[in-house]
């Protein structure tokens, strides 16, 4: 679970600041996909940024399984993410040299590494395979990133983000790069590995009217100028 409570951002901005988080509260719950929306400007990424401990708030505390990311040095914070934090980004960023598989096998290793745990190479391959079969991709292991179609490497991407079993993943725009019909399908497979894996998820985007189909994706939070609003049903929210 991560918890913000009274987070605030700020940057330079000329001769002033900027405020890009304005005291936050909010719970991201085990188990769920919290859906962040709101418009451009308006805190998503500085959100993810400061749930990731890649960016320290001017104030408040960040609670990720009861430690403070928002109080640890950069070299903790480091750790915490590489051994609980589990990222997917808007491109799916593989490494175009890689098969499918070493993709998750290296991200793996790192973790491992972070974590001071003798994981065995041998359960790693397992927890590999079992993903790439879980997200649709049983078989295509031995493949590169450009044998692959869009859906397949963002599939391939949320794979590797599980493989150390973080607590915590974080969804930054997965499916600005797909139509509509593979956006659904690639959120619906976030709802289900996070149900699965009992993980806090936190999964932004701009365009919540496109999974209009998805189930499952009950607690949508809005954002505008830096604070969280209400809760809402999520058709109010598309509507907002
Ligand atoms: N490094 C920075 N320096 C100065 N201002 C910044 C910086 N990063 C973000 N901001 C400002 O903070 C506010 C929030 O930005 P943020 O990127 O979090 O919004 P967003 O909702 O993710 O937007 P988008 O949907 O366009 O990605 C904006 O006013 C932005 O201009």
Known sequence: MITFDDVTLTHPDGAGRVTALDRVHLDVLDGAVTVLTGPSGSGKSSLLAVAAGLVRPDSGRVLLDGHDVARLSPSAAASLRRGRIGVVFQQANLLPSLTVRDQLLVMGELGVVAGGRRRR???????????????????????????????????????????????????????????????????????????????????VTHDLDRLDDVAGLERVVRMRDGRIEAPLPRRAAAQA
Request: charged fraction near 30%; hydrophobic fraction near 40%.
């Open 121 to 203: 190479r041998r359960e790693l391959r397992e927890r590999a395979d079992a993903l790439l079969a879980e997200v649709g991709l049983d078989g295509s292991g031995r493949r590169r990133p450009h044998q692959l179609s869009g859906g397949q490497r963002q599939r391939v991407a949320i794979a590797r983000a599980l493989v150390h079993a973080p607590s915590v993943l974080l969804v930054d725009e997965p499916t600005s790069a797909l139509d509509s019909e593979r956006a659904a399908e690639v959120v619906e497979l976030l709802v289900h590995l996070t149900r699965e894996r009992r993980t806090a998820t936190l999964l």
